[in-house]
């Protein structure tokens, strides 16, 4: 007979593949291609964006896949947003940036690295580097040659021009109930703080699944290694504990949007460990190939009430 376990390790790797994975490359209307460096480092562009904002117009060229998603998580675009990548377990995503000035001529550069500030710098021999052939505020197309003393590029690109500030999440609005995806954050909610364990288990990912439960992992010479789960190391109490921790009393959708296998759903709620404070959020829901919906991500926002400390 085979080891309950041992069949869900075997299922596992078969509903994983079913989950919705990130979008690796550009959208379609985004184009660009090309490299850039530093020195000795030389990175092939993967990905662009043009973003127009308090500092001026900025194109920016990077080494990974932007992570599109949190651009309209709150359906507002930031400075920060831009700074989030896919794969980027290491912090490292080299980024090389322009500055534009009124007339669409190269006004400064930096060369980021990770998630911390880079300074702006001025090459005069680099005022002659960004030749344009479209720019009208909505498209900006064009090339980028540079050979600086610091950093170097050689990119073609045709872009449109983002916005810092509101921006539109894709898709259509969800229905007022939050249709299939706000039911299952609901339910996920209600079964939380009612204590209901075996609802919770089955409102999961297959990956929160296997670390709730316990998991098999298999190394490189074929060994088999059970990890156990936080259910077996901390009890059920305590899990539904951090679990309240993570998750707020979710009690109204209030918004939201559905693109294919994404969806963000904004929801009204409150704190429930310490207090009860009152939330808004939003929760990032991906659907996988079965037709479940999955939380990605859940952000939440405290609410200042009239008369509140902020």
């Given at each position: 007979?085979?080891?309950?376990?041992?069949?869900?390790?075997?299922?596992?790797?078969?509903?994983?593949?079913?989950?919705?994975?990130?979008?690796?490359?550009?959208?379609?209307?985004?184009?660009?291609?090309?490299?850039?460096?530093?020195?000795?480092?030389?990175?092939?562009?993967?990905?662009?964006?043009?973003?127009?904002?308090?500092?001026?117009?900025?194109?920016?060229?990077?080494?990974?896949?932007?992570?599109?998603?949190?651009?309209?998580?709150?359906?507002?675009?930031?400075?920060?947003?831009?700074?989030?990548?896919?794969?980027?377990?290491?912090?490292?995503?080299?980024?090389?940036?322009?500055?534009?000035?009124?007339?669409?001529?190269?006004?400064?550069?930096?060369?980021?690295?990770?998630?911390?500030?880079?300074?702006?710098?001025?090459?005069?021999?680099?005022?002659?580097?960004?030749?344009?052939?479209?720019?009208?505020?909505?498209?900006?197309?064009?090339?980028?040659?540079?050979?600086?003393?610091?950093?170097?590029?050689?990119?073609?690109?045709?872009?449109?021009?983002?916005?810092?500030?509101?921006t539109p999440r894709p898709g259509v609005p969800l229905p007022?109930?939050?249709?299939?995806?706000?039911?299952?954050?609901?339910?996920?909610s209600d079964a939380i703080y009612n204590g209901d364990l075996?609802?919770?288990?089955?409102?999961?990912?297959?990956?929160?699944?296997?670390?709730?439960?316990?998991?098999?992992?298999?190394?490189?010479?074929?060994?088999?290694?059970?990890?156990?789960?936080?259910?077996?190391?901390?009890?059920?109490?305590?899990?539904?504990?951090?679990?309240?921790?993570?998750?707020?009393?979710?009690?109204?959708?209030?918004?939201?949007?559905?693109?294919?296998?994404?969806?963000?759903?904004?929801?009204?709620?409150?704190?429930?460990?310490?207090?009860?404070?009152?939330?808004?959020?939003?929760?990032?829901?991906?659907q996988d190939k079965r037709g479940h919906w999955w939380i990605?991500?859940?952000?939440?926002?405290?609410?200042?009430?009239?008369?509140?400390?902020?």
């Open positions: 007979m085979i080891h309950p376990r041992l069949l869900l390790a075997i299922a596992l790797p078969v509903l994983c593949s079913a989950c919705a994975l990130p979008v690796r490359e550009m959208p379609p209307d985004h184009v660009a291609a090309g490299e850039f460096g530093n020195g000795d480092n030389a990175w092939r562009l993967r990905d662009a964006a043009a973003v127009n904002g308090p500092e001026g117009l900025i194109l920016i060229f990077t080494r990974l896949t932007f992570d599109r998603k949190k651009w309209v998580q709150d359906a507002q675009l930031t400075y920060d947003d831009l700074t989030h990548f896919l794969d980027n377990e290491v912090d490292y995503a080299p980024e090389l940036d322009i500055k534009l000035n009124a007339d669409g001529g190269y006004a400064a550069h930096r060369l980021v690295y990770a998630q911390y500030g880079a300074t702006w710098r001025v090459d005069p021999a680099l005022e002659h580097g960004v030749s344009l052939r479209v720019n009208d505020g909505r498209r900006i197309a064009g090339t980028l040659h540079f050979d600086g003393q610091r950093s170097f590029a050689a990119i073609d690109f045709d872009l449109p021009v983002l916005t810092i500030g509101p007022a109930d939050g249709g299939a995806p706000g039911h299952t954050l609901l339910a996920r075996d609802r919770l288990l089955s409102l999961l990912s297959p990956e929160e699944y296997s670390h709730a439960v316990g998991h098999y992992k298999y190394d490189s010479d074929d060994i088999v290694d059970y990890a156990p789960g936080d259910l077996e190391q901390s009890g059920a109490s305590f899990y539904l504990l951090k679990q309240r921790m993570d998750t707020p009393r979710i009690r109204r959708i209030t918004g939201g949007s559905v693109d294919g296998t994404t969806a963000w759903v904004d929801f009204e709620g409150s704190e429930e460990i310490i207090g009860h404070d009152p939330v808004t959020g939003t929760a990032l829901m991906t990605e991500e859940l952000t939440t926002q405290s609410q200042v009430t009239s008369g509140a400390d902020e």
